[in-house]
C-alpha cells in the first residue's frame, strides 16, 4: 500500500519553485534514501513529503488528499526529524521529548497518562539521552541535541519517519548505534487509525554506506528534479552517482576503502 | 552559576516547583495588602479587614473605624491596587504569548506595537469625544490588533523568513511611529494634552470600582483561553514548521492567540493607558524560576506581572508624594536596564 504519494508537483519557498515537476511514490515498509548535492531540494523534499509546504500538484497520504488533511492526522502517519536550530527557551531534554506525544496525548487540560510517561522513557533510553533527561536543550552539544530531536521524533510513534540528516553531529558509536535502531524499528510496525502500519523511513543521509544498510532504494536530487530512483546499490555500480555528484564517487569511495583495508 | 543551580532544582522536583508556586501566591498577596495600606494615611491591617468584610457581607461598618478610612481604602486605594494588579498580570500573560508565538524572549505587546497602536485608538476616541458604551476598550483592542497585523505583514513582505529580529526591528519602529503620531494629536488638540500625555506614560490614578469590573472578566476569560493552549504554545516555541510537523494547526492556533493577547494589551490600555516593560520582565524571570513550560509559566506570570505592576504603582504615588510618578516611567526605569542585560546577555551565549 502507498503511504505517501505525489504527482507532478511543484513546491518551494517564493514564487520560483526549488521543487519542479516531481513524482513519488513510498509505499508501506520500504526504506528511502533521499541523496543529491548540496542545495539541490533534498530538505524542501522532506518537507514536501510531510506536507509542511504550500505545493501545486498532487499528494494524497494512505490514500487520503493531503491539502484537505488536519495536521493532526498528517501527524499521526508521519513525523519529521528536522535538522538542528537554535533553541530559545530552556527545556528539558524529557520535557521536549514529552511534547513529541501531542498526537498521542489526551487532548484537553490532562497530563501526561501512563503510557505517554513509559513511551517517553523508552525512547530517550532508544536514543541515549535518558541519563540527559534533567539537562536544559540549551546546555546540550550538538550531537546530544540532535539524539534529543530524535527522541522526538520517535515519541510521536508514526509509522512513516522522515530523517533530514540524522547522523549529523554524532559521533561514529553514536552514527553506529542510530543505524542499529533505525534497523530494528524498520522490522517493526505502528499502529494508525486502528490498522498495523510497516514502519517505513525516507530521510536525506550523507553517508552512502549507513544509508546503504538501511535503505534498499536511493532517490536522488539535482536542481530541484528527481533524477535517479532505483535500487540503492544497483545506483552504486551505474554512472549514476558520479553524474548527480559531478563527481567520480565511486572511484573515491573505492580509494577510501582500499586505505582501510590496507 | 548559583542560579543555574537553584533553577535546575526547580525544574527537576515537582514538589519544590508546587512549593515555589504556593510561596508566589502568598508573596504576590502580601504586596498587594502592603501597596493598599502604604500611603500618607495608616490602617491597621484590623481595621482593614473590617471594612474589606463589611462591604463583602453589606453589614454596617463597626463604630471604631472612621467613615473616612472607608472611603479612602475602599473607594481609592483597593480598587487602584487591583487594577494595578490586574492589567500587570494582563500584560504579562500577553507577552509571555507573544514570545512563545515569535519564539524570541524579546517580544511584547510593547515591542511590538500593540499597546502603542490600542493607546492611539484610545486617543482617537478621547479626541474625537465620542461616548459610548465600552467604545474605549473595543476601539484599543482594534487598534492593537491591526497595528500588530500591519507589522507581521510588513516583516513577511520585507523579510521572506520572518526572522525574529526582523519582526522585533519593524515592532519598534511601528511603536515610535505611532508614538510619533499621538505626540502629533495631543500637540493638535491641546486641550486634551494633559489627559493624553497621562495615558501615553500609564497611570492609576483615580481607578475605581468601575475599571475592575471591565478589566477582571476579561484578564479571567482570556487567561483561561491561554491556559487551554498551554501545550500548543509549548510547541510553537520550536517553531512554526516543527510545530506543524507534530500536528499543531499553527495558522489557527497563532491567530486565535494573537487576538487573545491584544485583547489582554487592548483591555489594559484603555484601562490604564501604555505601560512598558511588564510583559517583558515577568515572563523572564518565571521562566527563570520555574521552567519554560507554560502550564506553569502563563498562570505564574500573572502572578509575578501583577504583584509587580502593584509594587511599580506603589513606588510611583509614595515616592515624590503628593506629586506622581507616571507609572510608565517607573516601569521603564526598572525594565530598561533589564531589557539591555537579557539582550546582551542572550548574545553572548549565541
Known sequence: MSLIEIKYLSAGYTKTPVLKDISLTVSEGEAVMIGGPNGAGKTTLLRVMAALLPFEGEMTLEDKDASHMKRRDIASLIALMPQTQEMYFSYTVSQAVMLGRYVRMRRGLYGPSAEDKETVDRVMNDCGVYELRHRLLSELSGGQLQRALLARTFAQQTPVVLLDEPGNNLDIKFRAELTEYLETWMEGTTEYNGKKIKNTLAGVFHDLGEAARLCRRGVFVKDGKIVSDMDLKESFNSKVLNEVYDFDVISYKRTESAFWNS | ?350
Open chain 2, 1 to 350: 552559576m548559583e542560579n543555574t543551580a537553584e533553577k535546575k532544582n526547580i525544574n527537576k522536583s515537582k514538589a519544590g516547583r508546587r512549593a515555589g508556586m504556593i510561596l508566589s501566591v502568598i508573596a504576590c498577596f502580601v504586596i498587594l495588602v502592603i501597596c493598599i495600606r502604604a500611603g500618607s494615611v495608616y490602617i491597621s491591617l484590623k481595621d482593614l479587614a473590617s471594612i474589606v468584610a463589611s462591604h463583602v457581607t453589606g453589614k454596617p461598618l463597626p463604630g471604631e473605624v472612621a467613615p473616612m478610612m472607608d472611603s479612602i481604602f475602599w473607594t481609592i486605594r483597593m480598587p487602584r491596587a487591583l487594577v494595578a494588579f490586574l492589567v500587570g498580570g494582563c500584560l504579562a500573560v500577553s507577552g509571555a504569548v507573544m514570545q512563545a508565538l515569535l519564539q524570541n524572549p524579546l517580544a511584547s505587546s510593547y515591542t511590538m506595537g500593540v499597546s502603542s497602536g490600542a493607546c492611539l485608538g484610545a486617543a482617537i476616541v478621547l479626541v474625537s469625544g465620542i461616548s459610548l458604551p465600552f467604545i474605549l476598550p473595543v476601539t484599543s483592542f482594534a487598534a492593537g490588533l491591526i497595528t500588530v497585523v500591519i507589522v507581521l505583514a510588513f516583516t513577511a513582505a520585507i523579510d521572506k523568513m520572518s526572522s525574529n529580529t526582523t519582526v522585533i526591528l519593524i515592532g519598534m519602529v511601528f511603536s515610535l511611529f505611532v508614538t510619533g503620531i499621538m505626540n502629533f494629536l495631543a500637540t493638535l488638540y491641546s486641550d486634551h494634552y494633559k489627559r493624553l500625555w497621562l495615558w501615553m506614560m500609564g497611570s492609576f490614578s483615580a481607578r475605581n470600582w468601575t475599571h475592575v469590573a471591565i478589566v477582571l472578566p476579561v484578564a479571567v476569560i482570556c487567561t483561561l483561553i491561554v491556559i487551554f493552549f498551554t501545550r500548543e504554545l509549548d510547541i510553537m516555541t520550536f517553531g512554526e514548521e516543527q510545530s506543524k510537523a507534530m500536528g499543531v494547526e499553527t495558522r489557527k492556533v497563532k491567530t486565535i492567540l494573537i487576538i487573545v493577547s491584544s485583547i489582554l494589551t487592548g483591555v489594559s490600555v484603555s484601562v490604564a493607558g501604555v505601560i512598558g516593560f511588564v510583559d517583558l520582565v515577568a515572563p523572564h524571570v518565571v521562566r527563570k524560576l520555574f521552567g519554560p513550560e507554560h502550564r506553569v509559566l502563563i498562570p505564574m506570570s500573572f502572578v509575578y506581572g501583577g504583584a509587580f505592576m502593584a509594587l511599580c504603582d506603589l513606588i510611583a504615588r509614595t515616592v515624590l508624594s503628593p506629586q506622581e510618578i507616571p507609572i510608565g516611567a517607573v516601569t521603564a526605569l526598572i525594565g530598561a536596564p533589564f531589557f539591555a542585560y537579557v539582550f546582551f546577555a542572550g548574545r553572548k551565549k549565541g
